[in-house]
Every structure is written in C-alpha cells, then in structure tokens.
C-alpha cells in the first residue's frame, strides 16, 4: 500500500509498484534476508546482518518500470533489505526469495531514512520464542528488535 502512496512520500519517487509474487501463490515462510548499507532510521547500526525473517504476501515482486529506476535505487543505497541465499549472496531465486524480485530486493527507504517499507514481517519474530531456531546467545530478544529500538530512539 505504501509503495501506491509514493507520489505522498518525499523521496520516494523512484520506488517500484508490487505484483503478484512469481509463484503465482501467496508465500508464507521463513526467508534470510541481508540489511545492506542503508540511510534508513529503522536499521541503524544493522548494516551486513544476515536475519531470519517471515514472510507472507501474495503481491511482494518489486515491479520496476526500467532499469534506470532500480539502478537509482543501488546506487543512491536505497536498498533497506534484499532476500539472500545460504551462501549470503543476494538471489532471484525461489525460494530463497519468495516473490522473484529483481536483485533480491524486499525493503526500500528514503534518501532522508525516515520513511522504509518492505515486505517480510519483522515484527511477527523480534522475540526468540517466535523463531522456530535461534542461537542460544540470542537471549530473550531476537535481532529485529533493534529496528523497534532504533524507531523509539529516533521519536526520542
């Protein structure tokens, strides 16, 4: 919905229109994704993790209208997430990435990072006991708890 309101949003004119996934299916799963270099407020000090994360969207591929529009997007590193494979190297191919983006792209933000959108659900795993596997020294928290922390920092 957000991607439909772009015209609203300042900075967010070169973002892409989402489709329906290239499975033709809704996706519910857990994906890994990768938090590249980002402006966005909400992956503060989260740059090179490699998350577990869930998915579940019927309309996630990220549909661009050339190349120049996703080329923008690289290199102005407005990328905020994009699906990986176990080797961590980002992927088209499902169904390490769900919904068939191009780039492995699934999160975007602004140049200012005060506005990001994506598609997985982070908010449906940011405590351990959601995760269906963690590593013991996770503790109580998962990792996506820290893009809540960084929101509340920033509202101050």
């Known amino acids: 919905m957000m991607a439909n309101l772009r015209e609203l949003i300042p900075g967010a004119e070169h973002w892409p229109h989402f489709v329906r996934n290239r499975s ?4 519910a799963r857990f994906s890994l ?8 407020l909400l992956f503060a000090g989260m740059t ?3 998350l577990p994360v869930a998915v579940a969207h019927g309309e996630g591929r990220a549909e661009f209208s050339g190349v120049q529009q996703l080329d923008r997007l690289v290199v102005d590193q407005l ?16 169904p390490a990435n769900p919904n068939g983006s ?3 792209i699934t999160g975007l933000t602004t140049a200012d990072g005060r506005f990001s959108i994506m598609m997985p659900h982070p908010e449906r795993v940011f405590r351990t006991v959601a995760n269906s596997w963690h590593p013991q020294d996770w503790g109580e928290d998962g990792p996506w708890l820290r893009m809540f922390r ?4 920033w509202v101050g």
């Open 33 to 40: 994704v990768e938090i590249p270099d980002n402006p966005s």
């Open 79 to 94: 990328v905020a997430l994009r699906y990986v494979d176990h080797h961590g190297d980002a992927t088209e191919r499902y």
């Open 24 to 27: 033709e299916q809704f996706e």
């Open 102 to 104: 191009p780039g492995g």
């Open 150 to 153: 960084n929101a509340r920092v």
């Open 48 to 50: 090179g993790s490699r």
